[in-house]
């Protein structure tokens, strides 16, 4: 089964931005995109889509991320972006990235803080 690697993660004063990456977990494989999402989960809570991109680039967003998050496929790299900016505390979260069929991986932390 396919699953993914997720990078990128960190601790991040609010306001300000970070990138997640995304990569087929072995090493120099292609995987073909039809749709990939960002979910992430926050201590307590349930895991939650945050945005998604097809293959040929239509994106969704989550409210709570509109008009901050951006989602991107750079098919050259096999890897999917999650550019995150104007973060806030509510974010803070692992998050992690999937297709439909692959499996959920380890996620990367996102912790917004002062």
């Known amino acids: 089964q396919v699953q993914f690697v997720e990078s990128g993660g960190g601790l991040v004063q609010p306001g300000g931005s970070l990138r997640l990456s995304c990569v087929p977990s072995?090493?120099?494989?292609?995987?073909?995109?039809?749709?990939m999402g960002w979910y992430r989960q926050a201590p307590g809570n349930e895991r939650e889509l945050v945005a998604t991109?097809?293959?040929?680039?239509?994106?969704n967003y989550a409210d709570s991320v509109k008009g901050r998050f951006t989602i991107s496929i750079d098919n050259a790299k096999n890897t999917v972006y999650l550019q995150m900016d104007t973060l806030k505390p509510e974010d803070t979260a692992v998050y992690y990235c999937?297709?439909?069929?692959?499996?959920w991986g380890q996620g990367t932390q996102v912790t917004v803080s002062s």
């Open positions: 991109i097809t293959g040929d680039g239509s994106t």
């Open positions: 072995a090493s120099g494989s292609i995987v073909t995109i039809y749709v």
């Open positions: 999937k297709t439909p069929t692959s499996t």
